[in-house]
C-alpha cells in the first residue's frame, strides 16, 4: 500500500519530523492560519472601559 503524503500547505513531501508539514515554516503558516479562524488568545481581552464616563452623569 502506498500513500501519496503531502504537506497540506505547499503540496511538498511532509517530513517525519514535522508530520503532517514539511517544515516548522508551513506548520507555523497553517498555525496562523488557525489562529486567523477566530480563536481568541486566553488572557488578551478587550481594554475595559475606564470608569471615568460615570462622572459625566
Ligand atoms: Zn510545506
Known amino acids: 500500500m502506498t500513500t ?3 504537506c497540506p500547505i505547499c503540496g511538498k513531501p511532509r517530513s517525519a519530523e514535522h508530520t503532517p ?9 497553517d498555525l496562523v492560519q488557525w489562529l486567523d ?8 481581552r478587550a481594554p475595559i472601559p ?3 464616563d ?4
Open 4 to 6: 501519496n503524503r503531502k
Open 21 to 29: 508539514f514539511c517544515s516548522t515554516r508551513c506548520r507555523d503558516r
Open 37 to 44: 479562524d477566530g480563536y481568541a488568545i486566553p488572557g488578551e
Open 50 to 52: 475606564t470608569a471615568r
Open 54 to 57: 460615570e462622572d459625566d452623569i
